[in-house]
T-cell receptor, first 113, second 113 residues
Framework: DTAVSQTPKYLVTQMGNDKSIKCEQNLGHDTMYWYKQDSKKFLKIMFSYNNKELIINETVPNRFSPKSPDKAHLNLHINSLELGDSAVYFC????????????FGQGTRLTVV | GNSVTQMEGPVTLSEEAFLTINCTYTATGYPSLFWYVQYPGEGLQLLLKATKADDKGSNKGFEATYRKETTSFHLEKGSVQVSDSAVYFCARAYNNAGNMLTFGGGTRLMVKP
């Protein structure tokens, strides 16, 4: 069983479109995250979310929004896609608490054309 | 600021060579420190971690020691294998920031037979 699963694995879309990436975790974790990895492999946190608190990296455009229907899911919605949004997006989850490790999904490669 | 700096790659070694990948972090408070590994086409996997000063994390022959005095968490392995070829990320987390990870830029390791 996959601990953190994301769909789709690949997503090619045109500029201006709105798209969503889904993420599910079956680990019983209460905190989920979205990270962006650019073409140079640099990883940056976008959001941290549990049922109490959403923490947003201030550099993330408001075209990006996380949606959590329940504790096991944190989907990423992106409006008005731009070329610069092309990247690999990773979902992750962890327990709340200091020093707990994050488990990552396999990533979604988004290409905006 | 909050940052993690690691040596740039690629690092190319012959099988059975000794590996060191340097990592330093900015010290505001007492973060937990991690090394993650990313194999080609995959998500990130936790390699090892340390949650307080002088802790040593170890896994699969890799080790790293949390050095508060030098704000470092260098990754070492005594004898690398071809299967260790991957990108290695040093990271730091603060519990009071939703356990979000701040990553270094990643270091690509290539091990030749």
């Amino acid at each position: 069983d996959t601990a953190v699963s994301q769909t789709p694995k690949y997503l090619v879309t045109q500029m201006g479109n709105d798209k969503s990436i889904k993420c599910e975790q079956n680990l019983g974790h209460d905190t989920m995250y979205w990270y962006k990895q650019d073409s140079k492999k640099f990883l940056k946190i976008m959001f941290s979310y549990n049922n109490k608190e959403l923490i947003i990296n201030e550099t993330v455009p408001n075209r990006f929004s996380p949606k959590s229907p329940d504790k096991a899911h944190l989907n990423l919605h992106i409006n008005s896609l731009e070329l610069g949004d092309s990247a690999v997006y990773f979902c992750a989850s962890s327990r709340t608490g200091s020093g707990t490790e994050a488990f990552f999904g396999q990533g979604t490669r988004l290409t905006v054309v | 600021g909050n940052s993690v700096t690691q040596m740039e790659g690629p690092v190319t070694l012959s099988e059975e060579a000794f590996l060191t990948i340097n990592c330093t972090y900015t010290a505001t408070g007492y973060p937990s420190l991690f090394w993650y590994v990313q194999y080609p086409g995959e998500g990130l996997q936790l390699l090892l971690k340390a949650t307080k000063a002088d802790d040593k994390g170890s896994n699969k022959g890799f080790e790293a020691t949390y050095r508060k005095e030098t704000t470092s968490f260098h990754l070492e392995k005594g004898s690398v294998q071809v299967s260790d070829s991957a990108v290695y990320f040093c990271a730091r987390a603060y519990n009071n920031a939703g356990n979000m990870l701040t990553f270094g830029g990643g270091t690509r390791l290539m091990v030749k037979p």
